[in-house]
């Protein structure tokens, strides 16, 4: 078993040891993948940036006009209850989904169906050789939607890139859409040129990452300018450093990038001093204070 054995599943704790959750045939995210998703960081068993993923989950919902049939203090009480009954005191993730529900096949959605909900932990460590050492990156074509901003379960034009990239050699695959470099396959990314920090803006072509966000924070108190912006491969190339950020990678170096070096495949000094800043604000000691 890849997750911890106690779920969260509509909006009870089951333990898969004794019992497997089922789901309907016509549920729509499994047909239509008709709902939305979070991944959340756990450090040595406690929630790090908590309230921003919960605060995008419910745009994501309000976005495609799922309506919750749980208030939001309810959710974070059965995540806490999640990691509580598990005994979670080590690094990992929670994937949790919200779904439409279910109905008869139909592409018109009905108004009053009930969400399907849940949510399991997978221990993760942090990927510190990564981190350390940087990654190689391929080029891929950004053939998603325009609704990128909506953290979505349709996610096949990611699955198709990554593993695109990942049979070239690649640890990440970096979408270029008209030319311009918009994000990762599952992260965001960022040049630096000149000591200014570069990321593509925050509208409807990325999604705009948690981890995104609190790097940007980090940046500003660190004093380095930053600039949201757009940018092709070319300044890519000629950057100084690049990396990608995301709840499961932190801060990661891109050393190269189609095969070829970004300023001698180097990690540089502005990624290390972002990477320190991550590190030195992740909690280390279990908090059993609740929000709610
Ligand atoms: N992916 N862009 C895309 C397309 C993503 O899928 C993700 C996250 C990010 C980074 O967002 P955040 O900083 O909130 O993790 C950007 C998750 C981790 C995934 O699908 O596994």
């Given at each position: ?137 391929c080029t891929e074509q950004d053939i998603r939607w325009l609704r990128c901003d909506v953290k979505s379960l349709n996610l096949l ?136």
């Open positions: 078993m890849s997750h911890e054995p106690i779920i969260l599943f509509e909006g009870k704790l089951i333990d898969t040891r004794e019992k497997q959750p089922s789901v309907a045939l016509e549920e729509r995210g499994l047909q239509f993948g008709d709902g939305v998703y979070e991944v959340i960081r756990l450090y040595n068993g406690t929630f790090h940036l908590l309230d921003p993923h919960l605060a995008r989950l419910y745009r994501s919902m309000e976005e495609i006009e799922i309506t919750p049939t749980f208030s939001k203090a309810e959710l974070i009480h059965w995540l806490y209850e999640l990691t509580e009954q598990n005994n979670f005191k080590t690094d990992g993730i929670i994937y949790l989904q919200i779904s439409r529900g279910v109905q008869p096949r139909n592409h018109i959605f009905s108004l009053d169906l009930t969400p399907t909900l849940y949510a399991y932990i997978v221990p993760k460590e942090r990927p510190v050789k990564l981190m350390a050492e940087g990654i190689h990156a034009p990611n699955v198709l890139a990554r593993t695109n990239a990942e049979r070239k050699g690649c640890q990440e695959a970096l979408f270029i859409r008209k030319s311009i470099v918009t994000e990762g396959s599952l992260s965001n990314f960022f040049l630096v040129k000149n000591n200014i920090l570069y990321t593509h803006p925050a509208d409807h072509l990325i999604l705009n990452g948690i981890v995104r966000q609190y790097v940007l924070s980090l940046a500003s108190k660190l004093h380095i300018p930053v600039r949201e912006e757009l940018f092709g491969v070319r300044d890519v190339q000629l950057a100084d450093e690049g990396f990608f950020t995301g709840t499961t990678i932190e801060v990661l170096p891109m050393t190269h990038l189609d095969g070829s070096p970004i300023a001698g495949g180097h990690v540089g000094p502005i990624t290390k001093a972002l990477q320190k800043a991550f590190q030195d604000n992740i909690p280390i000691q279990e908090k059993r204070s609740r929000l709610v």
